[in-house]
């Protein structure tokens, strides 16, 4: 919820001052709480009162926001909506205004399943948004808070809102230019969508939805209370937003956060965010303001001091956030079932490049610069022809695909021992139609890829494993497939090496497979 607010707060100067950049001061003392973070709390504390029943929200949302709305009466509110806080008998009124989508952030958090958050949605937003739109946008919004939370991939995600609520078929740098101010839902909803979707973190997620323009407040908003559930806040940010919230706003976060646990985002390097979650032990007592601020700036800094992360899942994350690129990549010309057929064989083959680089190097340090003796088979655990490795391909700037496949069946041919079908049993994977991919598409593919070493030296065999594994979960939840039918869980790999203590050479029947393993113990 914190997200929203925080998003809110960061886009009210720009509002009718609009700032077509990411470069701007992020909190200010010109930045201010609008509308937008009101009604969310007032959302928040109908969250709270209603006690998981579902039936009472409608009348509590209209409560608090009414109670909010005259507490606070100089937010912004639009006229309607105005109109609506100030009546004695409130009624919805047809409205499809982006304010649907900006107060929700509360019910994303709190609902336990999506067909509760959906449920929860629609009763916060009916009593006022109740136009098909309206109603939409809140769901859209809700449903992506939801899945973030509960860790779904922004790949997910994305394609669950394109499938269900929206096309996601534009960029940020594609409507920057001509986005205009807009308070619909349906013009406002996926463009703060798209902000989180191409964000690297919390904060470059609200200055992604600063930058375009328009509503900028609502925008930032929504994208805040997105970004919150996937990344989670900054704890630097966290202490700075907390300073603009008063004793009565200060009262109904701690509340929520108390039994709602809020989301800290812990930065691992320039490009790796982690989301942690404060322990169940860390709660904020209500009081003075004075007090409750002193706890709550406590508690974000015991959450820094909580937020441990080993080495092996920061690897992992980096790495997965990287693959997930690859899928944005290819999106478009590429069916969400068909992303295995291109990333999982195009890091296997980077993979065995990398690796293949590094036993290069480690012959030629042994023969103190030898390139004669560097170039015997001996030194590497498998072949690389001529023309075959990551940098040949990379240097084609023409066919591409053709280049890709001659490299992948080249590398297959030459080690058929160990090597065999490892590309070639994608086959559904069409390289070569430049209808599909152009050689623009896969030379931005490639680039990508390009920026990440993936060999031993980077990445052990482990996450190499869990990077596979979370590749094919990924791709099976996608087509609607069980991840069982394509690999067998690593508890259950574990156990079965256990039992059986294979050795480097020794020879293993797979009876459900009904094929041969060989432990090569080389290169895995």
């Given at each position: 919820?914190?997200?929203a607010?925080?998003?809110?707060?960061?886009?009210?100067?720009?509002?009718?001052?609009?700032h077509?950049?990411?470069?701007?001061?992020?909190?200010?003392?010109?930045?201010e709480?609008?509308?937008?973070?009101?009604?969310?709390?007032?959302i928040?504390?109908?969250?709270?009162?209603?006690?998981?029943?579902?039936?009472?929200?409608?009348?509590?949302?209209?409560?608090?926001?009414?109670?909010?709305?005259?507490?606070?009466?100089?937010?912004?509110?639009?006229?309607?909506?105005r109109?609506?806080?100030?009546?004695?008998?409130?009624?919805?009124?047809?409205?499809?205004?982006?304010?649907?989508?900006?107060?929700?952030?509360?019910?994303?958090?709190?609902?336990?399943?999506?067909d509760?958050a959906?449920?929860?949605?629609?009763?916060?937003?009916?009593?006022?948004?109740?136009?098909?739109?309206?109603?939409?946008?809140?769901?859209?919004?809700?449903?992506?808070?939801?899945?973030?939370?509960?860790?779904k991939?922004?790949?997910?995600?994305?394609?669950?809102?394109?499938?269900?609520?929206?096309?996601?078929?534009?960029?940020?740098?594609?409507?920057?230019?001509?986005?205009?101010?807009?308070?619909?839902?349906?013009?406002?909803?996926?463009?703060?969508?798209?902000?989180?979707f191409?964000?690297?973190?919390?904060?470059?997620?609200?200055?992604?939805?600063?930058?375009?323009?328009?509503?900028?407040?609502?925008?930032?908003?929504?994208?805040?209370?997105?970004?919150?559930a996937?990344?989670?806040?900054?704890?630097?940010?966290r202490?700075?937003?907390?300073?603009?919230?008063?004793?009565?706003?200060?009262?109904?976060?701690?509340?929520?956060?108390?039994?709602?646990?809020?989301?800290m985002?812990?930065?691992?390097?320039?490009?790796?965010?982690?989301?942690?979650?404060?322990?169940?032990?860390?709660?904020?007592?209500?009081?003075?303001?004075?007090?409750?601020?002193?706890?709550?700036?406590?508690?974000?800094?015991?959450?820094?001091?909580?937020?441990?992360?080993?080495?092996?899942?920061?690897s992992?994350?980096?790495?997965?956030?990287?693959?997930?690129?690859?899928?944005?990549?290819?999106?478009?010309?590429?069916?969400q079932?068909?992303?295995?057929?291109?990333?999982?064989?195009?890091?296997?083959?980077?993979?065995?490049?990398?690796v293949?680089?590094e036993?290069?190097e480690?012959?030629?340090?042994?023969?103190?610069?030898?390139e004669?003796?560097?170039?015997?088979?001996?030194?590497?655990?498998?072949?690389?022809?001529?023309?075959?490795?990551?940098?040949?391909?990379?240097?084609?700037?023409?066919?591409?695909?053709?280049?890709?496949?001659?490299?992948?069946?080249?590398?297959?041919?030459a080690?058929?021992?160990?090597?065999?079908?490892?590309?070639?049993s994608?086959?559904?994977?069409?390289?070569?139609?430049?209808?599909?991919l152009?050689?623009?598409?896969?030379?931005?593919?490639?680039?990508?890829?390009?920026?990440?070493k993936?060999?031993?030296?980077?990445?052990?065999?482990?996450?190499?494993?869990?990077?596979?594994?979370?590749?094919?979960?990924k791709?099976?939840?996608?087509?609607?497939?069980?991840?069982?039918?394509?690999?067998?869980?690593?508890?259950?790999?574990?156990?079965?090496?256990?039992?059986?203590?294979?050795?480097?050479?020794?020879?293993?029947y797979e009876?459900?497979?009904?094929?041969?393993?060989?432990?090569?113990?080389?290169?895995?």
């Amino acid at each position: 919820m914190l997200g929203a607010i925080i998003g809110d707060t960061v886009g009210s100067r720009f509002e009718w001052h609009n700032h077509r950049s990411k470069e701007f001061d992020f909190l200010t003392y010109k930045c201010e709480l609008t509308d937008d973070s009101i009604i969310t709390l007032a959302i928040a504390k109908a969250v709270l009162k209603s006690e998981g029943d579902i039936n009472k929200l409608p009348n509590l949302a209209v409560r608090y926001m009414q109670q909010l709305g005259h507490l606070y009466p100089d937010a912004g509110y639009g006229g309607a909506f105005r109109k609506w806080l100030n009546s004695n008998n409130p009624k919805p009124y047809g409205s499809f205004g982006n304010g649907a989508a900006m107060r929700v952030s509360p019910v994303g958090f709190a609902a336990d399943s999506l067909d509760e958050a959906i449920a929860m949605s629609k009763a916060v937003t009916m009593v006022t948004h109740n136009h098909p739109e309206g109603l939409k946008g809140a769901e859209a919004t809700t449903v992506a808070i939801f899945m973030a939370l509960h860790g779904k991939s922004m790949l997910e995600i994305r394609d669950y809102i394109d499938k269900n609520y929206y096309p996601m078929n534009f960029t940020l740098d594609g409507i920057r230019d001509s986005y205009q101010f807009n308070e619909t839902c349906q013009n406002t909803v996926p463009q703060a969508m798209m902000a989180f979707f191409e964000s690297t973190g919390f904060e470059d997620a609200i200055r992604n939805a600063i930058s375009i323009g328009g509503d900028s407040d609502t925008l930032a908003a929504i994208t805040g209370g997105i970004a919150e559930a996937y990344y989670g806040i900054p704890s630097e940010i966290r202490k700075h937003e907390l300073t603009f919230l008063d004793e009565s706003k200060l009262a109904i976060l701690v509340e929520f956060e108390n039994k709602y646990k809020p989301i800290m985002e812990k930065k691992i390097g320039n490009d790796v965010s982690v989301p942690i979650e404060r322990s169940a032990d860390i709660k904020v007592e209500k009081g003075s303001r004075e007090s409750m601020m002193e706890k709550a700036v406590q508690a974000a800094d015991k959450d820094i001091e909580n937020a441990e992360v080993s080495v092996e899942e920061t690897s992992s994350q980096k790495l997965f956030n990287f693959l997930y690129e690859d899928c944005n990549i290819l999106r478009g010309p590429i069916n969400q079932d068909e992303y295995k057929s291109y990333v999982t064989p195009i890091l296997f083959f980077k993979r065995l490049s990398d690796v293949y680089d590094e036993e290069h190097e480690k012959a030629l340090k042994e023969s103190g610069g030898d390139e004669e003796f560097a170039s015997f088979d001996e030194n590497y655990s498998f072949v690389i022809p001529k023309g075959c490795h990551w940098n040949d391909v990379r240097n084609v700037t023409q066919n591409v695909g053709q280049a890709i496949v001659k490299a992948m069946s080249g590398i297959e041919r030459a080690n058929p021992e160990y090597l065999s079908g490892v590309f070639s049993s994608f086959d559904d994977a069409n390289w070569t139609d430049k209808n599909k991919l152009s050689d623009e598409r896969l030379k931005n593919l490639i680039e990508h890829m390009s920026k990440l070493k993936v060999g031993n030296n980077n990445y052990s065999a482990d996450v190499m494993g869990d990077a596979y594994e979370y590749l094919i979960k990924k791709f099976a939840d996608l087509s609607k497939k069980n991840a069982g039918e394509f690999y067998t869980p690593r508890t259950v790999v574990k156990l079965m090496v256990m039992l059986l203590d294979p050795q480097a050479g020794d020879t293993v029947y797979e009876q459900r497979c009904l094929g041969l393993i060989q432990f090569k113990g080389r290169y895995a």
